[in-house]
């Protein structure tokens, strides 16, 4: 149901959903609106964009480049 929410309308309000979500599963409606779209709505968004999760490749350059930087101050 979430998923169909949110693919007919992507910006909709946490809150919104959350009140439709809160009528079938009783337990939303003891969250707050922090805890649900962390846990429903944010992953619900990341397997509608279909984008692989993870560092992006530019992180793990920077990354790989500091390490050889202090290898070699601390070779010296």
Do not use: Q, W
Not at 41 to 63: D, H, L, P
């Amino acid at each position: 149901m979430l998923e169909k929410e949110l693919r007919k309308d992507p910006n909709a309000a946490t809150a919104f959903l959350k009140e439709k979500v809160a009528e079938i599963k009783k337990s939303v409606g003891k969250m707050s609106l922090r805890s649900f779209h962390g846990t429903y709505v944010g992953s619900v968004k990341r397997k509608i964009s279909g984008r692989k999760g993870g560092r992006k490749k530019r992180a793990k350059m920077k990354k790989a480049a500091g390490k050889v930087a202090k290898t070699a101050a601390g070779a010296c």
